[in-house]
Each structure stands twice: as C-alpha cells, then as structure tokens.
C-alpha cells in the first residue's frame, strides 16, 4: 500500500473516534439501540467536523454482519468494504462535483433494488446544498416514499440552501466546530500512534489555526511532520504556516507601550523579512490584543483564551500596562488595517503606518484617540488629587475647554461628511422639542413642582458644576458649554448653542450623574432636559438682564487684565496645566477670567 494520508489513515472507525460531537454521537447510538433508526438525516456543520465520518460509521453499524449494533466490528468483510468505500450497499454522492444530476437518476432507478450485503442501503449525499434543483426534486420523490431498507444521509456545510421540504422530511443532526481541546487530544493520540513527539506549543498553534475543523488539523500535523521530522516543535509549526511566534506578538505589544515607533518598525521588518504573512501577522496581533481584553475584562479566562498556562500568566502581566480604552483603540486601529491590508498592493507601507499610529497615541485624532488622551489626564488628575485654589480653577476650566473644542472640530467634521444625517435627526429634535409643553410665564422667582425656584437652584449651580467636576471632568465639560435656562414642573432645562450639538448629546448621555449630584446638593429630584436655544420656549426671561450685566462685566474684566499678568505666569507653571499641554501637545494661547 502507498502513501496514506494521516487524515485517511486516522479516520474515525467507530462512534468512540468522532471527537467532540458528544450529543450527535449519544443521540445516533440511542436510536440504533431502540430500533429507531430514520430514513433521512440532515447533518450540518463547518466542514472537517466529522459528518461524512459520522455517517460512515452509522453505515457500518447497520450493516455489520453483528448488527445493528452501536460496536461495529471493523473486521467483517461488510465493515471492510464500507471502510474502503467498496459496499454496493454504502453509496457516497458528491453533489459538489458534479451537481449530482446522473448520480441521482441512477438512484432513483437502483433504490428499488434490496441491499445486497447487509441490512440496509444507505445514501450518502455530501455537500447536498450544491444539487441542482432536479435532482433535488428527484431526491424528495425518493424521500416522500422511501423503501422500508433505504437511509439517506444528507451532509452539508449550508443548511439555509436547502428547500423547505426536504429539510423537513429529515431528522436534523447539527455538527459544531472543535474546540481547541477536542482537536489537541486526537493530535495527541494520532502521534502516539504513529511514534511522533508533539510538543503542548505546537498542538495548540495546529490546532488553533485548524479553526474548529479536524481535518485541517490532521492535514496541518502530516505538513509539518513531512517538514520536521518526527519531532514537532512550535517553530516547525510556525514556519510550515508562516505563523508570528507568540514571543514577538508580546513584543511588539511592548513596543507599543514604550511607545518606541522606531524599535517598532524594526520589528515588523524582521518579520516581513522572515517571510511572514503580512495580513497573518495584523490578525495574529489582533487576535493577542483581544486576549489581553479578555484577560483584563473578564474575572474567568478559562476556554475564553486558549493558551497554555504561561503563556496567560505573560499575558496578565502585559494586560496590567495598558488601560482598557487604550486596548480598544488599538484593536480598532488594527482591524481597520487588517480590511486596508484585504485590498491594497502596498502591505509593507501600511503595516509601517499602522505602526506608527500605534506607537503614537498623539497624532492619533480621532475621537476615540482623544478621548484616549482625554482619560489619561483624568487618571492623572485623579492620581494627584489635584485640589485647585478657587482662581486656579478657572484655568483649567479653560484648558478643558480648550479640549473640548477640540473634539468639537473633529465632530464637526465628521458631520460634514453625513449632512443628510445630521440634518434628519436636528428636524426630529425640533418636534420633539415642540411636543413638550412651553411654560408661558417668568419661572425665575415662582416656588416650583419640586419646591425649588430657579433662582434657588442658580444659587448652588457653581457647587453643582463644582462637583460634578470632581466626580467626571469630561461631564463637567460638556455641561459648561450648556447655560441653566429655566426649570419646568421637575425639569431643569439646560439651554446649548445650536453649534454645540456634541456637548449637548454627552450631557444627555451623562444625565443620570448629573441628576444624581442635584439630587445631593439640593435634597430633590430633578429631571436635567438638554435644549437648543433655538427651539428653547422656557427661557426665563430675566436671562437678556443677566446677559447684559455679563456683557458689562467683562469689559471691566478687560481693563484688569493688566493685572493678572503676573498671575498669568504662575498658572501656565501650574503641574495639571503642564500636563494637558504635554498631552495635547498644545501651548497657552491666552489665559481668560470668567
Ligand atoms: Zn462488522
């Protein structure tokens, strides 16, 4: 006998061998024990998990000259036959080959005859979704009437392509893909047969490549033993898949933490130059990074991460230095490389941007780069728990202000590029918004619903804001951008310029915190409802007095300017506002009172 594939050699001979399939396999020897057997099967799956083997063997149950029984022997000339697909009685249909139309006619005319060796005839039908549409019209004739002795076994990988009428004549069995574990324990069992020594890395990366199926598996471990010898290693593995070796996955995940673009691209040229897969290296990247998610998101890992066990300690280590949001703007960093990767020519030059940008937290301006940063100075304000002096306070009010502009641009031009969008929902806004009834009169000094005038709650709103600032600097930011304008039964109506749209989404994102500090300052419950002063019909009317006074106030503000100079200098030394320019990379341009 010639070569024999392992794949081949190794194929399940009994319900025993099928790994992984553990309730198809009871359900299918409960049956043959109960003689209950039905005239069609449905078994659907990913390819490679077992179906045609599965069949095969319930073939060899009913035929065996000992059966049916859930043992066949194997032995026998019928289990012989059937194992080297010789029965008459066993018929294999490839319907992908060639759409089955012959093999089908044939069929109708020998299903009449009885099996010649054993009990039953069973049709196999692989791939039964590629049939064309007359056989399978011939196939359901068979099936609406099939003889006493005839099985059908329908295998496919696309269950949804069958018609409605067949799937319902056959009893459905579902296949699911491997896991990691059913595929390394029949790795594991195949080389002790065959005297080959696999090390626990390198099962693990074959079987995790096979993606769930055991035939990929198999065909992987024949590739690699014709490569390596009797002894298997993870980097023969490795390099018969041109896979990226774990070490430098969490090396370059270090590299990404020094930020150290330049150890970077040194890295990513070694690997091209090794003559890894370029697109294989981002998903392999990709796939470590959500590992390092996992490991930090999730309190148990185990069947989440498939790793061996050091390989997760390494990684607990590594998921320690970096924060979730930064975790998540790497991985969208790279799964947006890994699509630009799919259809572009020029992989070496994106992968080295790719790298740049996650090496370079700061030239990344996107939103989710900076709020990134965003998050990172309020760790960091956190971490000093910074108390400002009441005139300090007002700065980096400013420079928080100044960020938030900055992420205004950026929203603003993200809405250019979806006018129609913005433009439905700002309509939708407005009804809403004239939905709610108007509160005619001056509600400045009247007692409210919730026994607080407005005038009462204008009073602690500075303690409010001030709170809230304590609590979430970014909420506090947005609701700064927002003027208090009235108070309507419960609710507290905060009024933005119809060009703050983003500060005002936010604050309706964040309104229960808001909520939950008024209710702290003020002892009641109020409800915070975000206007554009466009469509504001509460407006106190008071508010055009106070507007002027301001207006009055800040020409005196100017003349005083002078004065604060000196003041001036002092704050830009300040250690926070060192650090939102040394995060922002921004300089002070001015310094404002309010
Ligand atoms: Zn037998």
Same mark, same amino acid.
């Given at each position: 006998?010639?070569?024999?594939? &392992?794949?081949?050699?190794?194929?399940?001979?009994?319900? =025993?061998?099928?790994?992984?399939?553990?309730?198809?396999?009871?359900?299918?020897?409960?049956?043959?024990?109960?003689?209950?057997?039905?005239?069609?099967?449905?078994?659907?799956?990913?390819?490679?998990?077992?179906?045609?083997?599965?069949?095969?063997?319930? =073939? !060899?149950?009913?035929?065996?000259?000992?059966?049916?029984?859930?043992?066949?022997?194997?032995?026998?000339?019928?289990?012989?036959?059937?194992?080297?697909?010789?029965?008459?009685?066993?018929?294999?249909?490839?319907?992908?080959?060639? +759409?089955?139309?012959?093999?089908?006619?044939?069929?109708?005319?020998?299903?009449?005859?009885?099996?010649?060796?054993?009990?039953?005839?069973?049709?196999?039908?692989?791939?039964?979704?590629?049939?064309?549409?007359?056989?399978?019209?011939?196939?359901?004739?068979?099936?609406?009437?099939?003889?006493?002795?005839?099985?059908?076994?329908? =295998?496919?990988?696309?269950?949804?392509?069958?018609?409605?009428?067949?799937?319902?004549?056959?009893?459905?069995?579902?296949?699911?893909?491997?896991?990691?574990?059913?595929?390394?324990?029949?790795?594991?069992?195949?080389?002790?047969?065959?005297?080959?020594?696999?090390?626990?890395?390198?099962?693990?990366?074959?079987?995790?490549?096979?993606?769930?199926?055991?035939?990929?598996?198999?065909?992987?471990?024949?590739?690699?033993?014709?490569?390596?010898?009797?002894?298997?290693?993870?980097?023969?593995?490795?390099?018969?898949?041109?896979?990226?070796?774990?070490?430098?996955?969490?090396?370059?995940?270090?590299?990404?933490?020094?930020?150290?673009?330049?150890?970077?691209?040194?890295?990513?040229?070694?690997?091209?130059?090794?003559?890894?897969?370029?697109?294989?290296?981002?998903?392999?990247?990709?796939?470590?990074?959500?590992?390092?998610?996992?490991?930090? $998101?999730?309190?148990?890992?185990?069947?989440?991460?498939?790793?061996?066990?050091?390989?997760?300690?390494?990684?607990?280590?590594?998921?320690?230095?970096?924060?979730?949001?930064?975790?998540? +703007?790497?991985?969208?960093?790279?799964?947006?490389?890994?699509?630009? &990767?799919? +259809?572009?020519?020029?992989?070496?030059?994106?992968?080295?941007?790719?790298?740049?940008?996650?090496?370079?937290?700061?030239?990344?301006?996107?939103?989710?780069?900076?709020?990134?940063?965003?998050?990172?100075?309020?760790?960091?304000?956190?971490?000093?728990?910074?108390?400002?002096?009441?005139?300090?306070?007002?700065?980096?009010?400013?420079?928080?202000?100044?960020?938030?502009?900055?992420?205004?641009?950026?929203?603003?031009?993200?809405?250019?590029?979806?006018?129609?969008? !913005?433009?439905?929902?700002?309509?939708?806004?407005?009804?809403?918004?004239?939905?709610?009834?108007?509160?005619?009169?001056?509600? *400045?000094? $009247?007692?409210?619903?919730?026994?607080? *005038?407005?005038?009462?709650?204008?009073?602690?709103?500075?303690?409010?804001?001030?709170?809230?600032?304590?609590?979430?600097?970014?909420?506090?930011?947005?609701?700064?951008?927002?003027?208090?304008?009235?108070?309507?039964?419960?609710?507290?109506?905060?009024?933005?310029?119809?060009?703050?749209?983003?500060? !005002?989404? #936010?604050?309706?994102?964040?309104?229960?915190?808001?909520?939950?500090?008024?209710?702290?300052?003020?002892?009641?419950?109020?409800?915070?409802?975000?206007?554009?002063?466009?469509?504001?019909?509460?407006?106190?009317?008071?508010?055009?007095?106070?507007?002027?006074?301001? +207006?009055?106030?800040?020409?005196?503000?100017?003349?005083?300017? #002078?004065?604060?100079?000196?003041?001036?200098?002092?704050?830009?030394?300040?250690? &926070?506002?060192?650090?939102?320019?040394?995060?922002?990379?921004?300089?002070?341009?001015?310094?404002?009172?309010?």
């Amino acid at each position: 006998m010639g070569y024999l594939s &392992l794949y081949r050699k190794w194929r399940p001979q009994s319900f =025993a061998d099928i790994a992984g399939q553990k309730n198809v396999v009871e359900t299918l020897k409960n049956a043959i024990r109960l003689d209950r057997i039905a005239h069609a099967y449905l078994f659907c799956g990913p390819r490679g998990t077992g179906k045609t083997s599965t069949a095969k063997i319930l =073939a !060899k149950s009913l035929n065996c000259s000992e059966g049916p029984t859930i043992d066949p022997c194997g032995e026998c000339e019928v289990c012989q036959k059937i194992q080297n697909n010789s029965s008459i009685d066993v018929i294999e249909i490839d319907a992908a080959s060639n +759409r089955g139309i012959d093999e089908i006619r044939e069929l109708r005319e020998k299903v009449k005859f009885f099996p010649t060796e054993g009990n039953y005839k069973v049709y196999i039908i692989d791939e039964a979704h590629m049939l064309t549409k007359e056989a399978f019209n011939a196939l359901l004739k068979t099936l609406e009437e099939p003889p006493e002795y005839v099985i059908f076994i329908l =295998a496919t990988t696309e269950p949804h392509a069958l018609l409605p009428t067949i799937l319902s004549r056959c009893q459905r069995f579902d296949f699911s893909r491997l896991s990691v574990n059913d595929i390394i324990d029949r790795l594991n069992f195949i080389c002790e047969q065959e005297d080959v020594k696999l090390t626990s890395e390198a099962g693990v990366a074959i079987a995790r490549s096979a993606e769930g199926g055991m035939r990929d598996a198999i065909s992987i471990l024949d590739q690699v033993i014709s490569y390596s010898g009797n002894q298997v290693g993870l980097d023969d593995v490795a390099a018969v898949l041109g896979l990226v070796e774990e070490a430098v996955l969490f090396e370059m995940v270090n590299i990404i933490v020094k930020q150290k673009v330049d150890e970077g691209i040194k890295l990513v040229n070694k690997v091209i130059n090794q003559g890894k897969d370029i697109l294989q290296f981002v998903s392999s990247l990709i796939n470590h990074f959500r590992n390092l998610l996992i490991q930090k $998101e999730c309190e148990i890992t185990e069947g989440l991460i498939e790793l061996p066990n050091e390989q997760i300690k390494k990684l607990e280590e590594q998921a320690a230095d970096l924060t979730t949001e930064e975790l998540l +703007r790497l991985i969208n960093i790279l799964v947006e490389l890994e699509t630009e &990767l799919k +259809r572009s020519n020029q992989p070496r030059i994106l992968l080295e941007m790719g790298i740049i940008k996650l090496t370079k937290p700061e030239i990344d301006t996107s939103l989710a780069g900076v709020l990134d940063r965003l998050t990172t100075l309020e760790e960091k304000i956190k971490g000093k728990n910074y108390l400002p002096a009441k005139d300090e306070r007002q700065i980096s009010n400013e420079e928080v202000k100044e960020v938030t502009e900055k992420i205004q641009d950026i929203e603003q031009i993200n809405d250019q590029s979806v006018p129609d969008e !913005k433009l439905v929902s700002k309509k939708e806004e407005r009804a809403e918004d004239k939905n709610v009834q108007t509160d005619d009169g001056d509600s *400045s000094a $009247e007692v409210n619903e919730s026994g607080l *005038s407005f005038a009462e709650i204008k009073d602690k709103w500075s303690d409010i804001l001030e709170y809230i600032r304590q609590k979430e600097i970014r909420t506090h930011a947005m609701l700064t951008e927002g003027r208090l304008s009235a108070i309507n039964g419960n609710n507290l109506i905060i009024e933005f310029d119809n060009n703050r749209r983003f500060h !005002k989404e #936010n604050v309706d994102r964040k309104r229960e915190v808001i909520e939950g500090v008024i209710r702290k300052n003020l002892g009641k419950k109020l409800k915070v409802k975000t206007v554009f002063a466009e469509n504001n019909n509460y407006k106190v009317k008071e508010n055009s007095k106070q507007e002027e006074k301001k +207006r009055k106030n800040e020409v005196k503000d100017s003349k005083e300017s #002078n004065l604060d100079k000196v003041k001036d200098e002092r704050i830009i030394e300040d250690p &926070l506002v060192k650090d939102v320019l040394e995060i922002f990379d921004g300089e002070v341009l001015k310094v404002k009172k309010d």
